[in-house]
């Protein structure tokens, strides 16, 4: 069981390999962005995650106006997030690596292969994570089914307007 990330709280110090080198930190802003939205997809035996990352790669430009950058993570080994960033021409960047101890400590729902044609490790359903310039979760969504996951257009377009109106950071209330 993990304890699901609250919006307004910091996300955990996690930081993976990145595909080209070097560490992909998540929640830390790179370039001239100072938000950061991290998309954990589920890895390359999802075609849903294809999809998904093809389309983040097409609305990534729609972030970075709104001066948030964007970064992809899975727990796929190098090899496989390589050929899967690849086959999609992602240029955002992207770890791989991502262990069950940090995909809990993401608060995230994590599932065992249904065979090892599809992965040999276990792996996170999807989530997105946005983070402001004062590190806080401003947004999150994470989902235990490949299918359940943000329209990015859309969400491009409302955190241009909560940058645009200082809107505050929703759902801190405590249940």
């Known amino acids: 069981m ?3 990330l609250k919006s307004g709280e910091h996300l955990p110090e996690i930081s ?5 080198g070097g560490d992909l930190t998540l929640g830390k802003p790179a370039d001239d962005h100072d ?28 972030f970075a106006k709104a001066g948030i950058g964007v970064a992809a993570v899975s727990s796929d080994p190098e090899d496989r997030a390589r ?10 960047p992207m770890g791989y690596g ?9 608060g995230l729902y994590v599932s065992e292969p249904r065979s090892e044609k599809e992965t040999d490790r276990p792996f996170a359903e999807p989530g ?12 999150v969504d994470i989902s235990n089914a490949p299918f359940a996951r943000p329209d990015l257009a859309g969400l491009a ?17 405590a249940a």
């Open 2 to 4: 993990t304890d699901k």
């Open 16 to 20: 993976v390999s990145r595909l080209g």
């Open 35 to 62: 938000w950061q939205m991290v998309v954990v997809y589920r890895g390359k035996h999802c075609p849903i995650c294809k999809t998904y990352l093809a389309e983040l790669e097409r609305t990534a430009p729609e």
């Open 83 to 92: 050929s899967f960033a690849d086959a999609i021409g992602v240029t955002f």
């Open 98 to 106: 991502l262990t069950v101890a940090q995909m809990q400590a993401l």
């Open 128 to 139: 997105v994570f946005v983070i402001n310039a004062e590190g806080l979760l401003q947004v």
């Open 157 to 173: 377009k409302g955190l241009k307007f909560v940058r645009d109106n200082d809107y505050p950071i929703r759902g801190r209330l």
